[in-house]
């Protein structure tokens, strides 16, 4: 497939819009399975919402990839600029972690960020995050429904729960009239 094809399939055109996005930790390594790496990006998500106006209206953190539905809240920053900064932020927030003697799995997990990081011309050494977010605008209410089940039923799926609101790093306990781990806007 042409590649030009692929990512104008995949752009962030309307920068206000909701959308359905991915982000994936490099090599799929997962490193969402402590919880200081996932209390980092719940950290972030709250510090976006408070001071770039993102609105996050689901979301859910798997042991390697990240599913959220977003906008921008605000014609000040644009989501694209908000994405941009939350990855650039958790990456940095993540990898004094990471290069802690607290990681037994360290040197690996370095071994493989440099590998990625090497291959990226804009990065200087490290890279957790792919360049890509394969975001999806949310053009309708049946859409968004879709994206929304399928976010919350992804530790199911995966076997971790049994019910999608016991996922405690998930906005499906927010849907099931809960209190969820942040706050999310819902749909």
Not at 136 to 151: A, D, L, P, R
Request: net charge positive.
């Amino acid at each position: 497939m042409n590649n030009t094809i692929f990512r104008d399939g995949y752009a962030i055109r309307d920068q206000f819009a909701a959308y359905f996005l991915t982000f994936t930790v490099c090599g799929w390594i997962d490193l969402f399975t402590r919880k200081i790496y996932k209390d980092i990006l719940m950290d972030s998500f709250k510090y976006c919402q408070l001071k770039k106006g993102l609105v996050l209206n689901a979301f859910v953190v798997m042991s390697n990839h990240v599913h959220l539905i977003a906008r921008a809240g605000n014609r000040e920053i644009t989501l694209s600029d908000i994405i941009r900064d939350f990855k650039k932020h958790t990456h940095h927030s993540m990898m004094p972690v990471i290069q802690s003697d607290a990681e037994s799995r360290r040197l690996w997990m370095l071994h493989q960020f440099k590998y990625y990081g090497t291959r990226n011309s804009k990065n200087e050494n490290y890279q957790i995050w792919t360049n890509g977010n394969h975001p999806e605008e949310c053009f309708s209410h049946g859409f968004t429904q879709v994206k929304i089940n399928y976010i919350h039923e992804n530790p199911v799926r995966a076997g971790i729960v049994n019910h999608a609101e016991d996922y405690v790093y998930s906005s499906a306990a927010n849907y099931a009239g809960k209190r969820g781990v942040i706050d999310v806007e819902v749909l």
